[in-house]
């Protein structure tokens, strides 16, 4: 086992210089943030406008009253300028000298964009489980894609294969995946979890909803419970970095993800996140 330590001296006497090591980064004490991630092809950031209000509301919403959206855009297309096939992780937290879980009203908004090179994604279908990990809940924060994750790390944990994804509940309502929104279809309606009391409102989601209704297929939110999964004919889950996923199977049960059947509509709507959606 390696273990790496770092150790940070708040010391007066210290060069000004040596003092700014002892800044508090609160995203790695408390996981005072949020972030995003994109993708960016040929230097464009797929569905940048949504990513950058997806920023701006949670900044709202976690009171970061610094925020500054222009400035957050032109360091995004800086970096996609230079990685035009890549993508974007970015992160926002608050950096401070003052120590506690309260936040200093001068705190400095600290952004960091991590960059990866764009592969393509090698698993075309994946297979669903229930986690044991339950989800946490909490109203005030439901939607936002915070950095306290612990959730998702537990529940990731717990997949058995790369092309497995585990599905996270709160008691007997179904949420979202551990890295995913969840689409299925029930009763021959497309429907998905309702967010208000846990969970991330995504990117792709909310996008897919709108090209469903573009193309005249109704897609519902709805109340999801474990119950519900056993009658499911379909399903798919989304994420920005996979796009449309569909869904195999769930436990046992194979699914009508061969889509020669049941779902052209989302051939279709795979067909349109490829080119950008």
Same mark, same amino acid.
Not at 59 to 84: C, G, H
Not at 134 to 157: C, F, T, Y
Not at 200 to 223: D, F, H, P, S
């Given at each position: 086992?390696?273990?790496?330590?770092?150790? =940070?001296?708040?010391? !007066?006497?210290?060069? &000004?210089?040596?003092?700014?090591?002892?800044?508090? @980064?609160? +995203? $790695?004490?408390?996981?005072?943030?949020?972030?995003?991630?994109?993708?960016?092809?040929?230097?464009?950031?797929?569905?940048?406008?949504? %990513?950058?209000?997806?920023?701006?509301?949670? $900044? #709202?919403?976690?009171?970061?009253?610094?925020?500054?959206?222009?400035?957050? !855009?032109?360091?995004?297309?800086?970096?996609?300028?230079?990685?035009? +096939?890549?993508?974007?992780?970015?992160?926002?937290?608050?950096?401070?000298?003052?120590? /506690?879980?309260?936040?200093?009203?001068?705190?400095?908004?600290?952004?960091?964009?991590?960059?990866?090179?764009?592969?393509?994604?090698? =698993? !075309?279908?994946? %297979?669903?489980?229930?986690? #044991?990990?339950?989800?946490?809940?909490?109203?005030?924060?439901? /939607?936002?894609? %915070?950095?306290?994750?612990?959730?998702?790390?537990?529940?990731? &944990?717990?997949?058995?294969?790369?092309?497995?994804?585990?599905?996270?509940?709160?008691?007997?309502?179904?949420?979202?995946? @551990?890295?995913?929104?969840?689409?299925?279809?029930? +009763?021959?309606?497309?429907?998905?979890?309702?967010?208000? +009391?846990?969970?991330?409102?995504?990117?792709?989601?909310?996008?897919?909803?709108?090209?469903?209704?573009?193309?005249?297929?109704?897609?519902?939110?709805?109340?999801?419970?474990?119950?519900?999964?056993?009658?499911?004919? &379909?399903?798919?889950?989304?994420?920005?970095?996979?796009?449309?996923?569909?869904?195999?199977?769930?436990?046992?049960?194979?699914?009508?993800?061969?889509?020669?059947?049941?779902?052209?509509?989302?051939?279709?709507?795979?067909?349109?996140?490829?080119?950008?959606?």
């Amino acid at each position: 086992m390696d273990i790496t330590t770092k150790i =940070y001296i708040d010391d !007066e006497n210290r060069s &000004s210089n040596a003092q700014s090591s002892a800044y508090l @980064s609160r +995203d $790695a004490l408390f996981g005072d943030g949020f972030f995003t991630t994109a993708i960016v092809r040929n230097s464009c950031i797929v569905n940048k406008s949504r %990513h950058l209000s997806r920023l701006k509301e949670s $900044a #709202e919403r976690l009171k970061f009253n610094q925020w500054n959206t222009k400035k957050i !855009e032109l360091s995004m297309d800086d970096v996609a300028t230079k990685y035009p +096939d890549s993508i974007l992780r970015i992160s926002c937290s608050r950096k401070q000298k003052e120590r /506690g879980y309260a936040f200093s009203a001068n705190a400095t908004i600290q952004c960091e964009i991590a960059v990866q090179k764009l592969k393509e994604f090698p =698993y !075309e279908t994946c %297979h669903l489980k229930i986690a #044991e990990t339950p989800i946490s809940v909490n109203e005030m924060l439901a /939607g936002i894609k %915070h950095l306290n994750r612990l959730d998702n790390v537990m529940a990731s &944990s717990e997949c058995d294969a790369p092309n497995q994804e585990v599905l996270m509940c709160n008691d007997e309502r179904v949420i979202c995946g @551990s890295r995913s929104n969840l689409f299925v279809k029930l +009763d021959g309606e497309w429907i998905t979890p309702i967010i208000s +009391d846990c969970g991330i409102n995504g990117v792709t989601q909310n996008r897919v909803i709108e090209k469903m209704n573009e193309l005249g297929i109704a897609c519902k939110y709805k109340n999801i419970v474990k119950m519900d999964l056993k009658k499911i004919t &379909s399903s798919f889950v989304t994420n920005s970095i996979v796009g449309i996923w569909p869904v195999a199977s769930f436990e046992s049960s194979e699914l009508g993800v061969d889509l020669k059947l049941d779902v052209d509509c989302v051939l279709q709507l795979k067909n349109k996140l490829e080119i950008g959606l």
